[in-house]
């Protein structure tokens, strides 16, 4: 049994409010051997001692786990007897990747995981910014060693390329916040030291990018800088492209746009990694795919290579078919849903016609109706107003001459979350006003919050902030009216379904309102009853009507965006059709862009 046991160092008080409790617990210690011990400090100059837990001894017992008060240990069981040793190993206690994926030249890989399980140091290592250690975390790694680490493989040619500077590489990273840190200057500044000067009008054009040109990089908005970004990893010339988390900030448009560019560049011998978790982006783009599992933040395995087709459906499946692994209990499934008539449900609340105009841009809103137990999906292009609108309904803008004269009580959820400063999440959730039950059964049960309620608030990733955010707006107290804006934003797959059904418990079991603006369109169709469309020039104008049911309202949003779905028999995830082929020529005629059932 491979056995892997990771310590959070930073997060061990040993000595402060921890007196090594985990070595005075585990039983292989008691019985006299050094199973977890303390590093020496002879000099008595370490400010903290943590830990050092010997897998080898280790005989998997959780008590230490247990009984850790800061939650900082994990102690796992590889879900196989993995023969080789890892590829990456970023400490004794720390966590661990298995196996790379194959680049294939002429085509686009996609990786699809859960967040904290390698796919963001895969890409490093490929793109040649990591050099593998293959486990041994006290030496650096060198290309001759994990040459011949990968011979007999196609990784092998590629590592030996690497080394030789023979293969050149063009990366985008998941965080772009730093671009205008690093490049100091505008757009077209960046976008010219790309080696591509001839497809730089038509890059720009499809991104949509060529009005923002000369404006400096500083002054972008994310979706702004994220097509940035894509343009300039695509004008690079390259044998290998890699793109992480390429859609994060971008509209349903924006997101068709940027996988056209993307599929531009996989021609010839040119290959494309690719990491995203918006599972129609990643099954239009992709060629294969690797799943990539294990356990959050201690060890991940990546998978053989996969048509995309299966591997999209093994990970929902969470079964890996060819290794006989399953790595989640619960298979995620896509019910196609008939859409009930909701006018038979209560109306729960109102709001009149809004008028809002601010620095050349105007939204106009009908007046609508929110029904009970109901969630209703807003879609619509960036800067179309679906933020000012929700605002409006959260009472925090004013519409245009009046007061709003909204009667009921909302729990809002903003866009951009900002997490308070020195304290933990833990205590974040005691200072809410929240139904308790509600949070324990319905919640926190789909989210596992309180895994992370020792971490600090200030320090949770974007997808964590993102969980908790979301968690305590569901379960606010005196609140008729829950409103979440992009709840999938930096969330993994897994976790936008388990936000998904966590809503619709939420609004089920309390017979509230839930009203979701979100881009990733499974995500809508997981979770909504009703749709509300946003339409308008982007900047300039914004018209949204009373939310439609679901079909009508989905038909009309791709009906704008000239793209028809098709349900797949074995999971029921709606899945875009090849533009022009049979089923989307067929589809189109029948003015039935979504739903074939
Ligand atoms: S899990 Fe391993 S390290 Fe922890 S108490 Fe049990 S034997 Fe000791
Ligand atoms: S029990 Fe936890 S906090 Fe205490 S020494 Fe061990 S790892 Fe550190």
């Known amino acids: 049994m491979v ?49 050092i837990i010997s897998e080898e001894l280790c005989i998997g017992c959780n008590i230490c786990v247990q009984k850790c008060p800061v939650d900082c240990i994990y102690i796992e069981n590889l879900v196989q007897e993995l023969k080789e040793s890892p590829v990456q190993r970023f400490g004794e206690n720390a966590f661990r990747i298995y196996r790379l994926p194959a680049v294939k030249g002429g085509g686009v890989t996609g990786l699809i995981g859960r967040n904290g399980i390698g796919k963001s140091t895969i890409l490093k290592i490929l793109a040649g910014q990591i050099i593998p250690n293959l486990g041994d975390w006290k030496k650096k790694g060198d290309y001759d060693s994990v040459i011949s680490f990968f011979r007999g493989k196609e990784l092998q040619n590629y590592f030996g390329a690497l080394k030789e500077g023979g293969t050149k590489v063009s990366y985008k990273p998941q965080n772009i916040t730093d671009i205008p840190k690093v490049f100091k200057g505008n757009v077209k500044g960046l976008l010219e030291k790309a080696a591509r000067p001839e497809k730089l009008s038509e890059i720009s054009r499809e991104l949509n990018i060529e009005k923002i040109l000369g404006r400096d990089l500083s002054a972008l908005s994310g979706g702004e800088l994220q097509r940035v970004a894509i343009a300039a990893c695509a004008l690079r010339e390259a044998d290998f492209y890699a793109f992480d988390e390429p859609t994060s900030y971008l509209d349903v448009r924006e997101r068709l746009n940027c996988a056209h560019v993307i599929r531009s560049v996989a021609q010839g011998e040119r290959g494309v990694v690719l990491i995203e978790h918006d599972l129609a982006v990643l099954d239009y783009l992709s060629d294969y795919i690797h799943l990539l599992y294990g356990k959050k933040g201690v060890y991940g395995i990546v998978s053989n290579p996969k048509s995309t087709r299966n591997g999209i459906n093994e990970f929902l499946e969470g079964y890996v078919h060819d290794e006989n692994v399953r790595f989640r209990r619960e298979e995620l499934r896509f019910e196609v849903k008939p859409s009930a008539d909701y006018r038979k449900k209560k109306v729960a609340a109102t709001y009149p016609a809004m008028e809002k105009s601010f620095s050349g841009f105007s939204l106009h809103v009908d007046e609508g109706d929110l029904r009970e137990a109901e969630v209703i999906g807003v879609l619509g292009p960036n800067g179309t107003g679906k933020t000012t609108f929700v605002k409006m309904l959260a009472g925090l803008e004013s519409p245009d001459g009046k007061k709003s004269g909204l009667d009921f009580k909302v729990s809002y959820k903003p866009q951009y979350l900002v997490a308070q400063p020195g304290i933990t999440v833990g205590e974040f959730l005691d200072s809410q006003n929240i139904d308790k039950s509600l949070y324990r059964n319905e919640v926190d049960r789909r989210l596992s919050i309180t895994e992370l309620q020792h971490h600090r608030l200030d320090e949770l990733s974007g997808g964590e902030l993102q ?77 949204c009507h009373n939310a439609l049911p679901m079909r009508e309202g989905m038909n009309l949003f791709l009906k704008g965006l000239g793209i028809t779905y098709r349900r797949d028999g074995q999971t029921g995830r709606p899945r875009i059709n090849k533009a022009g082929s049979q089923m989307d020529e067929d589809q189109k005629k029948k003015g039935e862009y979504y739903y074939t059932v």
Request: glycine share 4%; with cysteine; proline share 4%.
């Open 3 to 51: 056995r892997v046991a990771v310590l959070e160092n930073d997060r061990c008080v040993n000595g402060e409010s921890c007196s090594f409790v985990c070595g005075n617990v585990c039983p292989v210690n008691r019985a006299g051997k050094e199973c977890i011990t303390l590093p020496e400090d002879r000099d008595n100059s370490a400010k903290r001692l943590v830990p």
């Open 467 to 543: 969980k908790v955010a979301v968690g305590v707006c569901l379960s606010r107290l005196d609140s008729d009216v829950i409103l979440l804006d992009e709840p999938s934003a930096f969330v993994d797959v897994e976790d936008r379904l388990n936000i998904a059904n966590a809503i619709r418990s939420v609004v089920d079991s309390k017979r509230k309102v839930a009203m979701v603006v979100d881009h990733d369109l499974l995500f809508q169709d997981y979770v909504s009853d009703r749709l509300m469309v946003f339409e308008g020039e982007p900047s300039v104008k914004g018209v």
